[in-house]
């Protein structure tokens, strides 16, 4: 019997990848997936003009897995999650690579629609010192445009309690890192305080976007500024962030 090819065995997760890749890269270029047998993994190659080739690669399990959400319109919390999965492995190995997505990755994640976030939870919390410096800086930034935003607006302060809370929260991070030898590490941190950290590295991102723009012909400084800003992306989607929400005011400071 002919082993089947990737297409035929999961043609909805297959076509799924496609699109999602087509919509981003309308110029790009995707050869037909192919097995890596050895891990067991499925691979989609896509090209797009003159930049290197992007290797997609997921599990046989996820696919396998995720081709009846897509056959079955699953929108449940199982199905937005792992739509998530998909969509930003695409968009940060495509944005790695220096392809234009047409967006910006922060974007993506202050819109990210879930209902399945943590809640209430405390848990120890353990990063290294370059991400910690990276977070207070993040909340440093966020701490400016916070304060301004309330003292232009201190006359509705009753419409903005949420945003005074979380800068109290926020001013106590950054008091506990300056007097902690610049460390974050926790115990057992909230996910009052988890959802700043996650607003941190976004704000980081958002910023490295801005620095990145008009900066057309300067290869080497969008490629330098691209490499951190999937960093962090990456960081974001592997570890405990992906189970926490943003704060809901950090949209209207990221998106333009």
Not at 29 to 55: G, K, L, M, T
Not at 139 to 164: C, F, P, W
Not at 176 to 198: F, M, N, P, V, W
Request: aromatic share 12%; net charge negative; charged share 30%.
């Amino acid at each position: 019997m002919p082993v089947q090819s990737i297409e035929e065995k999961f043609p909805e997760a297959s076509k799924y990848v496609r699109t999602r890749v087509f919509e981003v890269c309308a110029a790009c270029n995707i050869e037909p997936a192919y097995w890596d047998h050895e891990r067991w993994v499925c691979r989609f190659r896509v090209r797009s003009n003159d930049q290197p080739v992007v290797v997609l690669e997921f599990s046989e399990e996820n696919m396998e897995d995720f081709d009846p959400v897509i056959k079955n319109n699953d929108h449940t919390d199982y199905g937005l999650r792992f739509r998530s999965y998909i969509d930003f492995k695409i968009y940060i190995e495509l944005g790695k690579a220096g392809v234009n997505l047409g967006f910006r990755i922060s974007d993506k994640f202050v819109q990210e629609n879930r209902k399945d976030w943590w809640k209430d939870k405390y848990v120890p919390v353990s990063f290294g010192k370059e991400i910690d410096k990276l977070l207070y800086e993040g909340l440093k930034g966020i701490e400016i445009r916070l304060a301004q935003t309330l003292s232009d607006n201190s006359d509705i302060a009753d419409s903005l309690t949420e945003r005074q809370q979380d800068l109290d929260r926020l001013r106590g991070i950054l008091g506990y890192y300056e007097s902690h030898e610049g460390s974050l590490d926790e115990t057992a941190a909230s996910i009052q305080s988890l959802r700043l950290l996650k607003a941190a590295a976004i704000w980081q991102m958002f910023s490295l976007e801005n620095r990145r723009e008009g900066q057309g012909n300067h290869p080497d400084i969008v490629q330098g500024l691209n490499n951190r800003i999937y960093s962090i992306a990456e960081f974001l989607r592997n570890g405990l962030f992906l189970e926490i929400e943003p704060p809901s005011w950090l949209k209207g400071y990221v998106i333009r």
